[in-house]
C-alpha cells in the first residue's frame, strides 16, 4: 500500500515536471527575437557568429543584422517561426556589439559574449 502511494506521488511529482517544461517553451508572444552573439577568441584567430532564433507566434520579416555602427550590415529577411539562422559577421567588424532590427519594430543591441575557457582545452 505504502509502495503504490508514494509511487502515484512520484508519477504526479514528474507529471507535473513535465507539464511546466512544455509549457516554458510555448510562445506567448506574436513576435520574439533572441539574439545570441558569440565571440571565441584564439590564439591566431578569432570566431564568431551570431544565432537568431524566431522564438515568437509569428514569422519576423525584415530582419537585418548591423555588425557595427550602420557600415556592415547584411539582411537576413524572413525567419519562420521556431526557426534559428546563424550569420558570421564580416572580415575586420568591430565584434563589440550586434544591432537586430525586425518587423514590427523589434530592436536588439547585444554584446558579443565569450566561452568559458577551461585548462587543458584547445583554445585555452
Same mark, same amino acid.
Not at 79 to 95: F, H, M, R, W, Y
Not at 104 to 112: C, L, N
Not at 114 to 123: A, D, E, N, Q, S
Given at each position: 500500500m505504502?509502495?503504490?502511494?508514494?509511487?502515484?506521488?512520484?508519477?504526479?511529482? @514528474?507529471?507535473?515536471?513535465?507539464?511546466?517544461?512544455?509549457?516554458?517553451?510555448?510562445?506567448?508572444?506574436?513576435?520574439?527575437?533572441? @539574439?545570441?552573439?558569440?565571440?571565441?577568441?584564439?590564439?591566431?584567430?578569432?570566431?564568431?557568429?551570431? =544565432?537568431?532564433?524566431?522564438?515568437?507566434?509569428?514569422?519576423?520579416?525584415? %530582419?537585418?543584422?548591423?555588425?557595427?555602427?550602420?557600415?556592415?550590415?547584411?539582411?537576413v529577411?524572413?525567419?519562420?517561426?521556431?526557426?534559428? %539562422?546563424? =550569420?558570421?559577421?564580416?572580415?575586420?567588424?568591430?565584434?563589440d556589439?550586434?544591432? @537586430?532590427?525586425?518587423d514590427?519594430?523589434?530592436? %536588439?543591441?547585444?554584446?558579443?559574449r565569450?566561452?568559458?575557457?577551461?585548462?587543458?582545452? %584547445?583554445?585555452s
Open positions: 505504502r509502495v503504490a502511494v508514494l509511487a502515484a506521488i512520484a508519477g504526479g511529482i @514528474v507529471a507535473v515536471a513535465l507539464a511546466a517544461m512544455f509549457a516554458s517553451t510555448i510562445p506567448t508572444s506574436d513576435y520574439s527575437l533572441s @539574439v545570441d552573439a558569440l565571440k571565441d577568441e584564439q590564439s591566431l584567430f578569432t570566431d564568431a557568429r551570431v =544565432v537568431l532564433s524566431n522564438t515568437g507566434r509569428l514569422e519576423l520579416t525584415n %530582419i537585418m543584422v548591423d555588425f557595427g555602427n550602420g557600415t556592415q550590415q547584411e539582411t529577411g524572413t525567419i519562420a517561426p521556431g526557426k534559428k %539562422i546563424t =550569420v558570421s559577421p564580416p572580415e575586420g567588424a568591430q565584434l556589439s550586434v544591432t @537586430v532590427t525586425a514590427p519594430g523589434i530592436e %536588439i543591441v547585444q554584446e558579443y565569450r566561452p568559458i575557457k577551461l585548462p587543458g582545452m %584547445i583554445g
